[in-house]
């Protein structure tokens, strides 16, 4: 693209400034050479001048453009073209003059004047288009033609100066010669139209400025239309030959691009007859309040005749809608009274109707009465229907529906006859046949009467009556479930007691409702007229006192008024502390039933429930209040340490039956003032605690008021101290001396606090409570520093196991329980010696070290702590060591140098800040890594040790234990470590690679259990890079140094393996014997090997198999060899031995030496014996015994 814009902005600057330099060349030569004679060539001159003149002309318009990019600018759909500006106008004006002619604009000829003649000849119009041209040019010129659908025939003048040329569908042109004024006839033919009311036809033309039509049709007496119209010129039509027998029409029409001819006969062309016709009728009456709607379809059937005028009859009083047909044939009508009985509704049709004919009349009454006739006449004569006028029959169907609110019964049926609505309704009806009545009927003699009552609301009601007894009022919850049908309501109706108060009332639509007390009666008014359900809810309460003994009364009701039916619940609800009763001998109406609502609402719980399915309703109930009970679970928890007893009692109190508020709890003198109460249940709150002015037998009691009355639970703690300094100012505490040991006991009194009724008997204002149970438990916890013994006071108490608790969490020193008030333990405390524990245990430790063929390695190191420490922790690594920031837990803390300890030579001594939030019992995980330098770079031999110093954590004076450490070692692949270094052992899955004896094993499958090991949560907590294979160890204990033996193992590789193949070569000359038992041999030793370590045997095997195999291969290789050349020789030979000294001979089996007496037939070689030479020396072989080679030719598949 870079290229391709260069180019094109290289033609722009030579298009835009060489053309001024030519200029500037040209003003620059001789005058000869510029003037007119000389500046253009001559045709006929050959001269080179002229010839070169020509040339630069050409030149002067060429663009070059690279051939090898020419394709890419014409593909270019955005490139650009550079021409000449005359060349520019050119293409302009060349655009300009086709869009005229396009558009139907010639310049060079012009239509003044259009005359159009047409003649209807049967469903054809033919026409002669008279066109008048004004030519302003010599030649030809063209003229754009437009008639549309119509067929062009011949076109004059024809002597060869007008063609006309089609261009499109409905489009032309005609092709003029000549200048000045031309006359153009052209016969065109269109097709006429025909629909029920008239004929037409149209034409498309070209718009003139004179245009006129002469139209013919061959019928006389037609009315036409033509549109466009602009004024109808006269016309003298007596001077034709057919003047009786055709019309013709003049117009003027002026610039139309189109026209329409439209006509029809003025009056019936054929005999005149009698009318004869019938008529049906189906009339659909809509009855409402005040308002009677009727839409009546007429059918005329014309059976002789013409129907020209149409005559409808309807009622006087009657008001007409709307008079419609389907067909569209109604020119107009008209409504007029036809003295004082009915009305006559005339409609004018546009032609003649001859077979049928429907009209819609829509028409609507008021009724004067309930009563009301819809169809026939009345006894005075007048018309109550809609009736057909001037036919010869009258048929019809009636379909009456009413309003919901309304509802029809016939009074007078006469010439009627009662049908099905539903096929009735087929006619057409959109009214629901369930909602409408049908009858047939014949003319205006029939009659139908009906009278008009309205619609009774038929009220259902379904109550749900909840009545609620409290302390101090009878609560009532009514739900009333209206269902209203037939018609709707605009207010309900309700009666109460006069005990009763009505507070709060909702319903659905409701606008206002009115209590009136005197009357006992609730009037509820709607938004609007209702039907259907209604829900209404209704809350009252009247008086009542709780605390009354035998209280008889009736339970308030509510009543709904004017209903046909009333079905209903009630539901009886009463807190714990009132007893209700049912007074049976003076229930009305109403029965048991069990119900499914809910069992309690608030604190009351549900008594009784009734249901009823009419009216009256009576239910009388007796009260009577009912004592409060009761009961109190005490768990006191006594901690005792070393400086002070603390004692936690929860006090359940559970109440029964009645709610009370207040408590009474009695606490030991001694520590009455600095006891502290709250309350363990949320929902309850202490409003007051008052304490007793006296004590009672050294007890205080204390009073708790709670903010309400409540029942169930009530939770209570009781706190209070003991501190030993104190003791021998309130006594609590005597130091006693035992014999048996030399530490001395302090002797501590427990006693839980007591429960007391909250009132007494003579408060008659007050509820009465009885207090039914008290019964607790006592447990010990001591310090781990202290021996507690105790010994329960009086026979109320009970020594229990701590796994027997049931109050308070299975676990303590002690547990006691009791069952009755007053109850008391006595504590023996006596204090241990403090004896020094270790510090900082390490539990569990993973070190993991990346060695590498350089003088640095990586160290990670992670320990899981649990250390009494809570700010630093000391830890000792290697001189120059490049530590990076250690973490706590996977976050980040800081280590500073330990400056005021001394660590051992070559160690560096730093304190980790181990600050943390959790208890110091809590163990925590510690990673450390850093990059620690070596002593002199390792793997460069065939094998050595390799030293590697690891992290000391704490001190070493016994202050810090380690209990399991592991060690990962990272190597190159091809290093092997060998053998356990001292105090330490390899453990882990080993990976042998057999096919890549270079490799050494790796545990790298061990080592992803290594984080579950540590219980490691935080994955490592940072990055540590690995590479190469991984040696697993295990030690127990402080480790500060391991020592690695290893070796290269491309060289461990080619000493066993050589070796292997050395021995191999060598005993292939022994017997059978000899090989076999040097293998059990070499296998007892390996397995001895084996079991004293394991992983160095294993990397030796790995080294050695190549070896192996190669060794057995050689074996097998030579004992095949070995018993081919014995089977060819046939006998045993003796050959000296290269060394001198000594024979060696050949044994031959038997089967080798055997020679078959018959040759092989088709052989000639195996007919002959071979020749030995007796003074040949053969190489000496050592041929396997008769039962070798038995059991080798059965495992090679038998003798050959």
């Known amino acids: 693209m870079s290229r391709l814009l260069s180019i094109v902005l290289l033609l722009q600057f030579w298009i835009l400034f060489c053309p001024p330099l030519t200029v500037a060349q040209e003003s620059d030569a001789p005058e000869e050479l510029n003037s007119p004679e000389t500046s253009e060539p001559d045709p006929g001159d050959k001269s080179p001048a002229a010839a070169e003149s020509a040339l630069a002309e050409k030149w002067d318009r060429l663009i070059y453009v690279p051939f090898r990019e020419l394709q890419k600018v014409f593909d270019n759909q955005d490139a650009s073209v550079v021409i000449p500006y005359r060349e520019y106008m050119d293409l302009i004006q060349k655009y300009l003059d086709a869009q005229d002619r396009k558009n139907g604009w010639s310049p060079d000829a012009v239509v003044t004047s259009s005359t159009y003649t047409a003649v209807v000849d049967r469903d054809v119009v033919r026409i002669r288009a008279e066109l008048q041209l004004k030519v302003m040019k010599d030649g030809w010129v063209r003229v754009p033609l437009t008639f549309g659908s119509a067929a062009t ?162 009622p006087l009083d009657a008001r007409i809608i709307d008079v419609v047909s389907s067909s569209g044939r109604i020119r107009s009508w008209n409504v007029t009274s036809v003295g004082e009985t009915h009305q006559l509704i005339s409609m004018e049709l546009i032609s003649p109707i001859t077979d049928r004919f429907q009209v819609e009349v829509q028409s609507e009454r008021t009724p004067t009465s309930d009563t009301i006739q819809i169809v026939g006449k009345a006894d005075d004569g007048k018309l109550q229907g809609i009736h057909a006028d001037a036919v010869v029959r009258e048929s019809g169907r009636i379909l009456v529906s009413t309003d919901s609110s309304l509802t029809t019964v016939v009074k007078l049926q006469s010439g009627m006859k009662r049908v099905d609505a539903g096929a009735a309704g087929k006619s057409g009806s959109s009214v629901r046949s369930e909602l409408q009545q049908a009858w047939e009927f014949s003319g205006t003699t029939g009659k139908l009467v009906l009278q008009l009552k309205p619609v009774e609301p038929r009220i259902l009601v379904d109550q749900t009556s909840r009545l609620i007894f409290d302390d101090d009022e009878l609560r009532l919850s009514s739900k009333l479930d209206y269902t209203v049908e037939r018609a709707g309501v605009f207010q309900l109706q309700l009666k109460f007691p006069d005990s009763l108060n009505i507070d709060t009332v909702r319903a659905d639509g409701m606008s206002e409702f009115n209590v009136d007390k005197a009357a006992g009666q609730l009037t509820l008014s709607l938004t609007q007229k209702r039907m259907g359900a209604i829900t209404v809810e209704i809350t009252g309460h009247q008086s009542f006192n709780a605390t009354e003994e035998n209280v008889e009364s009736e339970l308030p009701t509510i009543t709904p008024v004017d209903t046909e039916r009333e079905t ?197 204002e007050r509820r009465r409570v009885t207090l039914t149970q008290v019964r607790g438990e006592i447990r010990l916890l001591r310090h781990e520093s202290l021996s507690i013994e105790a010994d329960s006071q009086g026979d109320a108490v009970e020594a229990i196991d701590v796994r027997e608790l049931e109050l308070m969490d299975a676990d303590g020193y002690l547990a006691y329980r009791y069952f009755s008030q007053p109850a008391s333990v006595a504590i023996r405390v006596r204090k241990h010696e403090i004896h020094e524990v270790v510090e900082t245990v390490v539990q569990r430790s993973l070190i993991e070290v990346v060695t590498e063929k350089q003088a640095m390695a990586s160290y990670r190191c992670r320990y899981r702590i649990v250390t009494s420490e809570r700010q630093r922790l000391r830890i000792d690594l290697r001189e120059d060591c490049d530590l990076q920031a250690p973490t706590i837990n996977g976050q980040r803390t800081t280590v500073e140098r330990a400056t005021d300890v001394q660590s051992a030579e070559g160690n560096e001594a730093y304190y980790v800040n181990i600050s943390r939030d959790d208890n110091s019992g809590e163990p925590f995980l510690l990673t450390i890594q850093f990059r620690c330098p070596l002593d002199g770079v390792p793997y460069q031999k065939r094998g050595s040790v390799l030293p590697l110093m690891l992290p000391v954590i704490g001190q070493d004076d016994g202050s810090t234990v380690i209990q399991q450490s592991i060690l990962a070692v990272w190597a190159p692949k091809d290093i092997s470590f060998i053998g356990d270094p001292d105090r330490w052992n390899q453990f882990g899955r080993s990976k042998v690679s057999w096919f890549r004896p270079f490799d050494s094993p790796t545990s790298e499958s061990s080592t992803s259990g290594l984080n579950e090991w540590l219980d490691d949560q935080f994955n490592g907590s940072a990055e540590f890079a690995r590479q190469g294979n991984v040696s697993l160890y295990r030690s127990v204990g402080r480790q500060s140094e391991v020592v690695l033996t290893w070796w290269n193992r491309p060289f461990l590789f080619l000493v066993i393996s050589g070796t292997v193949i050395l021995a191999a070569l060598i005993l292939r000359r022994t017997p059978w014997e000899n090989r076999i038992t040097m293998l059990l041999l070499a296998s007892f030793l390996v397995s001895v090997w084996w079991l004293k370590d394991g992983y160095a045997a294993l990397q030796f095997l790995t080294a050695a198999w190549p070896g192996v195999c190669i060794g057995g291969a050689i074996w097998f290789v030579n004992l095949l060899l070995g018993s081919g050349g014995d089977a060819r020789t046939g006998h045993s030979s003796q050959a000296g031995d290269d060394g001198g000294g000594g024979h060696s001979q050949a044994v031959v089996s038997p089967s080798a030496t055997s020679v078959p007496d018959t040759p092989a037939s088709g052989t000639q070689e195996s007919a002959v014996a071979p020749k030995v030479d007796a003074t040949f020396t053969a190489t000496p072989v050592v041929s396997p015994a008769p039962e070798v080679v038995d059991a080798m030719n059965k495992l090679m598949g038998g003798s050959k």
Request: aromatic fraction near 6%.
């Open 153 to 314: 025939g011949k076109v004059l003048p024809a002597d060869g100066s007008v063609l006309l040329k089609g261009t499109g569908e409905g489009q032309y042109e005609l092709l003029v010669r000549g200048e000045g004024d031309k006359k153009v006839e052209i016969e065109l033919l269109a097709s006429v139209r025909t629909s029920p009311e008239s004929k037409s036809f149209s034409l498309k033309c070209p718009p003139t400025g004179i245009s006129e039509l002469l139209f013919t049709v061959p019928e006389a007496d037609q009315s036409v239309t033509i549109t466009p119209l602009q004024v109808l010129l006269p016309f003298d039509s007596s001077s034709e030959k057919n003047a009786g027998e055709e019309t013709t029409v003049k117009a003027s029409l002026g610039s139309v691009a189109q026209f329409e001819v439209q006509w029809n006969p003025r009056a019936g062309t054929k005999p005149v007859m009698d009318l004869l016709a019938s008529a049906s009728t189906v009339s659909t009456v809509r009855i409402e309040t005040g308002l009677i709607q009727t839409t009546s379809k007429i059918d005329y059937e014309v059976l002789r005749g013409e129907l020209r005028d149409v005559g409808v009859l309807a």
């Open 568 to 764: 209903g619940r009630i539901l009886v609800y009463a807190p714990q502390f009132v007893d209700v009763t049912t007074v049976e001998e003076k229930l009305v109406g109403v029965f048991s039933f069990k119900s499914e609502d809910a069992e309690t609402v608030g604190r009351a719980v549900r008594v009784s429930s009734w249901n009823y399915t009419r009216r009256p309703v009576a239910v009388f109930v007796r009260t009577t209040p009912r004592p409060a009970q009761l009961s109190a679970t005490v768990a006191t928890t006594v901690r005792v340490e070393p400086e002070m007893t603390r004692q936690n009692s929860i006090i359940t109190f559970n109440i029964q039956n009645a709610g009370i508020d207040t408590f009474k709890v009695a606490v030991p003198e001694l520590v009455a003032g600095d006891v502290r109460f709250r309350t363990v249940s949320r929902e309850h709150v202490i409003q007051q605690r008052n304490r007793a002015e006296q004590s009672v037998d050294g007890w205080v009691t204390w009073t708790l008021v709670l903010q309400n009355e409540t029942t169930g639970d009530v939770r209570i703690g009781v706190d209070w101290d003991n501190r030993s300094a104190d003791g021998e100012e309130n006594g609590d505490t005597t130091p006693v001396q035992n014999e048996n040991s030399p530490a001395s006991f302090r002797t501590i009194p427990v006693e839980p606090p007591r429960v007391l009724p909250p009132f007494a008997a003579d408060q008659n």
